[in-house]
């Protein structure tokens, strides 16, 4: 088992972890808003005055580290995490990856297909990464982050999954997935583990997209962590109401899943490329999308349905800190 995890600032023994929330983005950018840097420049000032602004409030409720698994592809700035992770003492683990085909950046490694070795050159990248870190920077993730599209893993995205899993195999390092919808979470299962990787070491990302409880005991009975990890995130990109979140998740922490859940919000706090134009209609769409939401208003609602403070404790604390050990789960049957 693992004994430390790779943060922006260094090594960090797995105990120090703290409570964690394993899923938020300080720096996002869609592919393809490089450019568009005339009008969408990165303000490296707003950036980190952001970052610092989540840190601290996030500090209010006792969290002590923050998974920012920001691919690659998707405006990733490791160097500005570990400036936002001094200014405030927050752990930031960053990531390796490359995200779903329909969101991400296919074009460059699509055309190196046809003229090298394209899987095994994913493999060099991830790598090198990890082992001697990113960019020239000495930074090293600490996740390596795969995506797969709506009901289907394509061509394009399983050579991410080999790879990743093959890395794992490696360095031992933990895989974090991005699921659409909540659909292909056994299937990614299928395709890492075949290919080596631990399913104590795997998080199935964004599983609360969907509220059919057999969709998550039959990702669970493999052994994963699951992430409900976009409260606050209603009505866009195919999320259900928190209040249809919250039913599934009591569901599974009332049938005894509590060591194989994680919970946050895969919030975006600032973006890459020019700002979203504001209306009243998204201001309101997305006025529960924040760092504080759970805290604020999703805690509580559990705790008055019952859910004590030992198993969220093992929520936000005992299971990041167990994923990234590579502690087996004693899975239960169905």
């Not at 592809?73 to 992770?85: H, V």
């Not at 683990?93 to 297909?113: N, W």
């Not at 805690?299 to 093992?314: E, F, H, M, Y």
Request: charged share 25%; glycine share 12%.
């Amino acid at each position: 088992m693992n004994s430390h995890v790779e943060t922006v600032t260094g090594r960090l023994a797995i105990g120090d972890l703290g409570k964690t929330m394993m899923h938020e983005h300080f720096i996002f950018g869609y592919p393809g808003f490089e450019g568009d840097v005339t009008l969408g420049r990165y303000d490296r000032e707003e950036a980190l005055r952001v970052g610092i602004e989540v840190c601290e409030k996030l500090q209010q409720f006792g969290v002590n580290t923050v998974v920012d698994p920001t691919p690659n592809d998707c405006g990733r700035d490791p160097e500005m995490l570990k400036e936002i992770s001094l200014r405030t003492g927050m752990n930031i683990v960053c990531a390796s990856g490359y995200y779903y085909e329909g969101e991400g950046a296919p074009a460059y490694f699509k055309a190196r297909v046809g003229l090298s070795n394209a899987e095994e050159e994913i493999y060099e990248m991830f790598y090198k990464e990890v082992t001697d870190g990113i960019a020239g920077t000495g930074i090293k993730p600490g996740v390596i982050k795969v995506g797969s599209s709506r009901s289907v893993i394509t061509e394009y995205e399983q050579m991410f999954f080999r790879q990743a899993a093959r890395i794992q195999k490696e360095t031992g390092i933990p895989i974090m997935t991005h699921t659409q919808e909540g659909t292909m979470g056994y299937e990614q299962i299928e395709l890492l583990v075949a290919h080596g990787a631990d399913p104590a070491k795997i998080v199935i990302g964004h599983m609360d997209g969907t509220t059919n409880i057999r969709d998550h005991l039959r990702v669970l009975e493999r052994g994963v962590t699951i992430g409900f990890d976009r409260f606050g995130l209603e009505g866009l990109v195919g999320t259900p109401r928190d209040e249809e979140r919250k039913a599934t998740l009591l569901g599974l922490l009332a049938m005894g899943y509590e060591d194989q859940i994680i919970l946050s919000h895969d919030t975006v706090n600032y973006w890459r490329g020019r700002p979203f134009p504001e209306s009243d209609f998204m201001m309101k769409v997305l006025e529960k999308w924040h760092v504080g939401h759970l805290f604020e208003k999703i805690l509580p609602d559990l705790q008055q349905s019952g859910v004590t403070d030992k198993t969220l404790n093992q929520i936000f604390t005992g299971n990041p800190s167990r994923v990234f050990k590579g502690q087996p789960i004693s899975v239960k049957p169905l």
